[in-house]
């Protein structure tokens, strides 16, 4: 995406519209979502590092689930407080909600949320008088403390906004691209793209070789297309792969104005989570799949070898055989004695014990004994390869899925055959397997 700062300009504004209303409630579904209710809107906080965002949501999400520390500390600060208002910390990824709350004690007290959408740093802090009452994410760090009852201090871009700049930095050994990121606040590394791509220049062009007027002339482009409310989204294969504050002319034709931002945003971060949400599901059926696969090797070759010492068995046959023809000859005797194969007239030494017979009856117990266990090592190695050439099949059928869909009748069968815990409230109609396109064994192979 990212969600940079001209984007969350253009949002603020549509926040703004809040203003006056009171907040009814807080809800956090998961860990890094949080909906904030208000009479005619909801907003929705993201703090996932790869979509980080604020917009005005689709529709809420409650949770059944016990809501964090931070979220009922929320619920008892905000909940029920007016919304003064909504602003940005010039351009960058900071975002203030001001609230003012009746307290019986104290009077009017106001309290500020404060959001930053940073990716990985994402977080939101409420501070009352300048101190941090709560947050998020705490932190500590070398560089910034966000703990409760410290002093809360908004993290410095060191930046320009667009529309406070001036000049342009002086002749630098560094790239175009480097030097406006490290100049324009609130620029994602797309939107400096974009910027270099009107003027002309390639990314690693020396700054010290730039017109300056041109940079300023596509900076006064930009400037008004900011004035614009809404977003523009760009799509590849009719689905969203950017979007952007500005008009994006190295994305070519394929866009889309939405008017209000939050509906532009919304239909990127939604098919960015479906598709984070896909690629998830289908690597973890695969690892099962994989997992299951290596397992099924591993008893498969520890049966082998078991396989190997049962195919003994004829050779104990042999050696009863010997003694029990033999018995004549040997009666009397113990321990190791030299009997003949009749079949191969080759002499063979036996330990045929102190009770010859009895011996020879250890050895025919023996030999039915890994017969049996021959018999059962085999069956199994058949039921192994049948359920391995079925997990191949099935690898390959998730390999191919190519949507949610795909992946839910996929997961239904996974449950049905063990690889995949059963839901523990689930009550939906069986489906049919999906993979009747995979040659599977009766009843979980057995």
Known sequence: MPFDGLLLHKAVRELKELEGEHLRQIYQPTTVDYYFLFRSATVRVCLRPDVSH???AEKEEASEKMPSSFTMLLR???KGAKLLKVEQIGMDRTLRFSFEKFDEIEGIVQKDLYIEIMGIHSNMI???DGRIVDAHRR???KKREILPGREFVIFPSGKLSIFELKELPPESEKTIRNVLLSLLEGFSPASVEELIHRTGYELNTPWRSVIRGKILEVLEEIKKELELPGVFVYY???HPVEVSAFRFTM?????????KPSEG???FVRWKEEKSTFENTKNRFIKVVVNRIEDLEDLEEKLSRELSEAEKAERYKKLGDLIVQNLWSIKGKSGEVELTDWETNEKIVVDVGKDPAQTAQKFYNTYKKLQRKKEQVEKRLEEIQREKEYLYQLWQTIEDAEDLETLEEIEEEMREFGLLKERKTKNKNQRKPVSERCTTADSKFS
């Open 54 to 56: 604020v917009t005005i």
């Open 76 to 78: 008892k600060e905000l």
């Open 126 to 128: 409420l501070v009352r």
């Open 139 to 141: 932190i500590v760090t």
């Open 236 to 238: 590849e294969a009719s």
């Open 251 to 259: 994305l070519g034709p394929k866009e889309r104005y939405f008017e």
């Open 265 to 267: 945003i919304n239909e």
